[in-house]
């Protein structure tokens, strides 16, 4: 159709296309216990300094340091031994010049300490220690505060809560969290070649590959995703299952790999009231993407071929789903690796290259796994992608280039 | 205790003890909505050519390569139209010599036929299509098995389930396969001045942060973890609530920060009929660390400190927990970075280091977060750590090194 010309567009404008979606996710509590991995929707302030306390960072002695400076094996420093604070309790002991108190691992400081020496280094007798080395103020003590002060923003809205980030929440008595809803994403698959995954495709027909490439690429990005169903090539059945889908954050429908097919998509996107931003971008593999709204809600036609289709998901879908889930961008994790080999490329287009990658001495080895865009075992056994730009005709061998990782793959 | 200075071990001695471990995991069922992240327990095998039947990978005319040989826009070549295949049908048309057959991308390409020119290249008229360019013989076409043959091994026991595995399974029919179990781990903490996280701790105690701190790491190495008490410092509550865990693959029990709980944990192992392997690591953070038998499972005593907890976690629990999910070792996931400062160490000491990571036009910075050990925003705002070996006093500034990303973090 002359509309798949009119709106193809360049790899940047798809994105600034994509990028111009809005969506406000939803917010639900979540507990420790199960907030791992989600994004957090509010910022998180502690209203307790933490420690609440000074805390001992060692077995020892609580002393005031200029008590013992000086001290050493053959000079020892003494002092009166004034007591003890057991760990979890209260302080009672006070220290005052000349004397000391036993203290623990995690105990509090008692009052008028200023560093705790270690036990290695103090001989106790009955009602005094001798000291053999000096310490400085401050020494193996965390003071309150020093870890979270009160009042402190200590982690941002958008994060995605990682063990650390648990543990910073534990610290704080932050038990339960606001955090965003995961978006529900409808899934299709359409075209009369293929067959679900439990039946034996008969000559002509496939199995459907790309429904499940992609639920676990949507699913690995944080959301939830619904199949919705297998529409056979029909404006009706396509329009029929686009319909059904209507309650979802954003649809997604792979297929499509002939001329006929996608018309079939776009046309069936208009009849629903919806439209058509591009069609067509300029990336090898994935060119006939489909990038839309319906029932106001954004939508992906997906190209057929396996390989097209999921390094689309990747390149494209992937991020908007994460910001559909309120995660702020995070750094990309690459790694930098030497090409095995020339890749040739076309000026013009993106191309994105699956890549093998090994490690040699110092330096990863990155080699290009060349095959069809219908072959989806080279995408399993690939570690990630690298991406020759538009501006470019190609890569050459050891050459330095930046490897994406499959975020599953590694 | 005289044992502890006995039993410390380095890293390698550690690791050592660690991987002699063995554990046989058991496996279940899992459909591929649900295999995704699983680990594989069989090797898969496919009982068929994938694709099925040669397929054609553009919109366009099959046809006998050597028919159009030479052809040019101003020397076309012509040929008799044949027929139609229409995708997801049987090729009934058969291509002869000086014959074409319209296919789509997808669809079969009929016998006879030995490439496929894109329709761009082609005028149709009536029953005769003018070809304006040549093809070479296999041009657009991907043939049975090219993508796997029949009897191939396309997956080994032992790899991480990612999206496009689950393609490469959807497409061989694999609709259910082989998984292990996820490990079930019992998670403890103790010491007197621990209180749950939605107790406002009294003066001299504390949150129990490493609980939800290792609990979150244990998830993410895809175990299941559940949280077994929290026992006070005496060797009765501590061997009452690992009795309670004793029927899980492995325990892991923080805190412990001083000697005197420590021995706590360790007298217990021992009343239990247990054996301590090892009792204090030459690390930085992390040192006493201890490492066991208990009702024949492994038995981790993590250090109280949350940082050391989180590191001895990180660098020696989660390997383990990987290999009992019966995980195959991955390629580790590096940044090559440049250090900003120096980083003192002391030599015989494995020290980790967490850092933030920037970027800066193509290199990475590599930015230590120094904090004391108990500090546990520390690691929530570090990107990963880096290993500074025994064997060395410290990194300059500008030197390059491996940061291992925290892979929740990043």
Request: hydrophobic share 40%.
């Amino acid at each position: 159709m002359a509309s798949e010309f009119l709106t193809s567009v360049t790899v940047q404008e798809a994105l600034a296309k994509i990028d111009s979606i809005v969506f406000e996710p939803g917010q639900e509590f979540a507990g420790l216990d199960s907030a791992g991995g989600r994004i957090l929707a509010e910022d998180i302030l502690s209203a307790e300094s933490i420690p609440g306390f000074a805390r001992s960072l060692v077995d020892g002695y609580a002393v005031v340091a200029k008590d013992i400076q000086g001290a050493r094996e053959t000079s020892p420093a003494f002092l009166k031994m004034s007591g003890e604070v057991r760990i979890g309790e209260p302080a009672g002991a006070i220290v005052r010049e000349g004397s000391c108190v036993r203290v623990s691992t995690g105990s509090m400081v008692p009052e008028g300490a200023d560093a705790i020496v270690m036990q290695e280094y103090v001989r106790a007798m009955d009602d005094e220690v001798e000291v053999t080395r000096p310490v400085h103020k401050g020494e193996n003590i965390v003071y309150a505060g020093e870890d979270i002060s009160a009042g402190a923003t200590v982690m941002r809205k958008g994060k995605k809560i990682g063990p650390f980030d648990l543990g910073v929440l534990a610290a704080i008595g932050a038990g339960r969290i606001r955090v965003f809803k995961r978006p529900e994403i409808a899934l299709l698959s359409s075209g009369d070649e293929i067959v679900p995954v439990d039946e034996k495709p008969p000559f002509g027909k496939i199995r459907d590959i790309n429904r499940h490439t992609v639920a676990g690429l949507v699913r690995s990005a944080g959301s939830r995703v619904e199949f919705a169903g297998l529409a056979r090539d029909t404006i009706e059945d396509i329009t029929e299952k686009l319909s059904s889908a209507a309650g979802y954050d954003m649809i997604l429908i792979s297929g499509g790999s002939s001329k006929g097919e996608r018309d079939h998509i776009t046309d069936s996107i208009v009849k629903l009231g919806g439209e058509v931003i591009f069609h067509g971008i300029n990336i090898k593999p994935g060119k006939p993407t489909i990038f839309g709204r319906v029932f106001d809600k954004p939508i992906f036609g997906l190209p057929g071929h396996p390989v097209s289709c999921a390094m689309v998901t990747v390149r494209f879908v992937v991020p908007l789903l994460k910001r559909m889930a309120g995660k702020t961008p995070e750094l990309p994790v690459v790694f930098a690796g030497i090409l095995t080999t020339n890749v040739p490329s076309s000026y013009g287009i993106e191309e994105y290259v699956r890549v093998k990658v090994s490690k040699k001495e110092d330096a990863y080895l990155v080699e290009p796994v060349f095959a069809k865009s219908a072959v989806i075992s080279s995408l399993s056994a690939a570690h990630g992608y690298i991406i020759v730009p538009e501006g470019v005709e190609g890569l050459e061998k050891d050459e330095r280039v930046e490897v994406h990782p499959f975020e599953e793959n590694v």
